[in-house]
């Protein structure tokens, strides 16, 4: 894998990756040297492919293995060290300990020392974001950790972007009144949440574009997966991860396209960009005006021709199939 110098010019975004979020993904992808390697440090066990009406088609957990020895790195542990600071349900005001507050404060002094992040101070400075590299913490404390009003009911501030993308909460479906799990985007979480019994894998779904080839690799070595769960008992309906990236690269990716993005509606921005073999769409949500309500990926749409190809390689195979000769006894 070859990774650029670390030196800071070296880590400038160029002029076609200040007009393009897709070259600029691309170049945060091809920084994170944390990013870990299926078959060397972990392995899964993707089971039953889901459709919709589906149960629960997945017997044993996600995940196989994992090299444990990852949370000796910094980002890893700092990060790991979090998860547990934060109340499930909303509409339960969260309590910040001092001791909280340090562990915050150790992430992103962790964060701040990668490559990922030290390009996401150019980028957002060269955006006039911030005002230059040395206010990149201050940003994303203000962006990940400061606390608001997720539910209206709580007396106090019950949710922060942090939470939610990469912890989880639990809250009442807007649809059907259900209490249901929303955010959980995180790969780590979902290890070590199911690791511990909290978490019940439930199947996958089959992606839409491969991003590596089915020749030489198995799904299970795709790095992008959407799946179901359930979390604390509750139902997790479907949601895509970023298997294997670091912190870094998840941090970096959510708040360049949450801060860069382009929002239609002036809530919500879906920015289509390619990772490494993967062709994605990174959601981000405002939540009011408080900041980041929300950030994950989801698989990115057919373009025409794919949808084209899809198609005809449909009508192709039913032909074949009607085409077919009868099968002789034997």
């Not at 701040?112 to 206010?135: P, Q």
């Not at 019950?158 to 989880?168: C, K, P, Q």
């Not at 198609?311 to 034997?330: E, F, K, L, M, T």
Request: proline content about 3%; aromatic content about 10%.
């Amino acid at each position: 894998k070859l990774l650029l110098k670390s030196n800071s010019m070296s880590l400038k975004p160029t002029l076609s990756e200040l007009a393009d979020l897709s070259l600029a993904a691309s170049r945060l992808w091809t920084l994170d040297s944390n990013r870990l390697q299926y078959g060397k440090d972990y392995i899964l066990d993707l089971q039953g492919c889901r459709k919709y009406s589906d149960g629960d088609v997945a017997a044993r957990p996600l995940f196989k293995s994992l090299d444990e020895s990852i949370f000796s790195r910094s980002t890893f542990k700092t990060f790991a060290a979090l998860l547990d600071n934060y109340s499930a349900e909303t509409g339960q005001a969260e309590v910040v300990t001092q001791e909280e507050q340090v562990e915050d404060s150790a992430f992103l002094n962790a964060l701040c020392s990668t490559e990922c992040i030290r390009y996401l101070g150019e980028y957002l400075t060269a955006k006039k974001v911030i005002a230059n590299t040395g206010a990149t913490k201050q940003y994303l404390f203000d962006l990940w950790f400061k606390m608001y009003k997720r539910d209206h009911s709580s007396r106090g501030c019950d949710s922060s972007a942090f939470e939610h993308v990469f912890v989880g909460e639990i809250s009442q479906d807007f649809k059907t009144g259900e209490m249901i799990v929303k955010g959980l985007h995180n790969w780590i979480q979902i290890y070590l949440q199911e690791r511990d019994g909290v978490l019940d894998y439930r199947g996958y779904r089959r992606p839409r574009n491969r991003g590596l080839s089915s020749l030489k690799f198995d799904l299970e070595a795709e790095q992008v997966l959407s799946m179901q769960f359930e979390w604390k008992g509750h139902l997790k309906p479907v949601g895509t991860s970023l298997i294997g990236v670091s912190p870094e690269f998840e941090i970096a990716l959510y708040t360049m396209c949450f801060a860069c993005g382009k929002y239609e509606d002036g809530q919500s921005a879906r920015t289509p960009v390619q990772i490494g073999p993967y062709s994605v769409d990174v959601i981000t949500h405002h939540f009011g005006g408080k900041g980041l309500g929300s950030g994950y990926v989801e698989e990115a749409a057919f373009t025409p021709d794919q949808a084209a190809t899809r198609i005809q390689s449909a009508v192709r195979a039913r032909q074949g199939y009607r085409g077919a000769p009868a099968a002789s006894g034997g």
